[in-house]
């Protein structure tokens, strides 16, 4: 089955220093996602990209956020400047039609 | 109003046994209704997901139960195995809008002891 690639599967930051989490989605997917699980807690939505532009986020998803999709393959998250409180776990998600595809995710830890 | 309650937090079953997670939501908009399963270090994968015009569906030993007038649906997963146990989310969202942008549940830890 194809896969959804997120590097890193690890990073450790320091609170204010800007990060960005890798994802490479299924080749052929036209819609893109990223979510994030905050420990013992639920799978959130932050945002959807579709056709090169930002088609919708949530109330998380403020100014510090920001995705990318640099070339045909990847497709980024970056936080400006982050908190103790972005520490979580960040998943990429893509799809064609008929089903979500989930990556591993990325384990975020800002000290 | 975008809330979906999952319960139990968490469930205990023998193998064999059957398995049993509710869910309940609260926007009527809501038309798709899918379960994960995530295994640990992993992310969610699709089980299963049912839409409001149909009130169940099967797949293997994995069944949906929907009542869209109590606005509920479970899983059911028959004859658990201990390759079952893993943590379980509900999800529902509105296609209408934003196709996958999905409300989750808070998540049912399942055991399955052999």
């Known amino acids: 089955e194809p896969e959804v690639t997120q590097t890193p599967s690890h990073q450790v930051t320091q609170m204010g220093q800007e990060v960005i989490l890798r994802c490479v989605p299924i080749?052929?997917?036209?819609?893109f996602y990223w979510y994030r699980q905050i420990l013992g807690q639920k799978v959130e939505f932050l945002v959807s990209f579709y056709n090169n532009e930002i088609s919708e986020k949530s109330e998380i998803f403020d100014d510090q956020f920001s995705v990318e999709r640099p070339d045909g393959s990847n497709f980024t998250l970056k936080i400006r400047s982050t908190k103790l409180e972005d520490s979580a776990m960040y998943f990429c998600a893509s799809t064609g039609v008929e089903k979500l595809f989930f990556g591993s995710g990325t384990q975020l830890s800002v000290l | 109003q975008q809330q979906v309650k999952q319960s139990p937090q968490s469930l205990i079953v023998q193998k064999g046994g059957i398995s049993i997670i509710n869910c309940a939501y609260e926007?009527?908009?809501?038309?798709?209704f899918p379960w994960y399963q995530q295994f640990p270090g992993k992310g969610p994968a699709l089980l299963i997901a049912?839409?409001?015009?149909?009130s169940e569906k099967k797949e293997g030993r994995f069944t949906i139960s929907f009542n869209k007038s109590a606005k509920q649906f479970s899983l059911h997963i028959m004859d658990s195995q201990p390759g079952d146990s893993a943590t379980y989310f509900c999800a529902a969202s509105d296609r209408g809008s934003n196709d996958y942008k999905l409300t989750f549940g808070k998540g049912t830890l399942l055991t399955v002891n052999p």
């Open positions: 080749s052929n997917h036209l819609y």
């Open positions: 049912i839409r409001p015009d149909v």
């Open positions: 926007n009527t908009a809501f038309d798709y």
